[in-house]
């Protein structure tokens, strides 16, 4: 099992879950935070302080927002950031790009990669 970031996310990136995650495996992109799911040791830390109640174990996402599981992965593809597993957010794996999901979603989308 690991834990997921879905659409509630989307523009608020309040950050909480970063501060509590004990392995650092919450990343940064430009409209919403992701796990990168190979290193998240299902602590449940993240899912217990997020503001909007956006983090769920995979199993247990809601119906319409499953894509958000496949979406928090991709996101360390070589197609978005091309990360993989980075070991730890930092300052290096912070990006303005998002998953197709959330940039194609309404509302703000993020400016160009730095």
């Given at each position: 099992?690991?834990y997921v970031?879905?659409s509630?996310?989307?523009?608020?990136k309040?950050?909480?879950?970063?501060?509590?995650?004990?392995?650092e495996?919450?990343?940064?992109?430009?409209?919403?935070?992701?796990?990168?799911?190979?290193?998240?040791?299902?602590?449940?830390l993240?899912?217990?302080?997020?503001?909007?109640?956006?983090i769920?174990?995979?199993?247990?996402?809601p119906?319409?927002e499953?894509?958000?599981?496949s979406?928090n992965?991709e996101?360390?593809g070589?197609?978005?950031?091309?990360?993989?597993?980075?070991?730890?957010?930092?300052?290096?794996h912070?990006s303005?790009?998002?998953h197709p999901?959330?940039?194609?979603?309404?509302?703000?989308?993020a400016?160009?990669?730095?």
């Amino acid at each position: 099992m690991t834990y997921v970031i879905a659409s509630t996310c989307i523009d608020v990136k309040d950050g909480a879950c970063q501060d509590v995650c004990p392995v650092e495996c919450i990343y940064e992109g430009g409209r919403m935070m992701y796990i990168q799911p190979d290193e998240c040791i299902d602590c449940g830390l993240c899912l217990s302080v997020c503001p909007v109640e956006a983090i769920y174990a995979e199993e247990d996402l809601p119906a319409s927002e499953r894509a958000f599981g496949s979406a928090n992965a991709e996101f360390f593809g070589p197609a978005i950031t091309g990360w993989g597993s980075p070991g730890g957010a930092d300052a290096r794996h912070i990006s303005a790009r998002d998953h197709p999901l959330v940039a194609a979603r309404p509302g703000s989308p993020a400016p160009h990669d730095k």
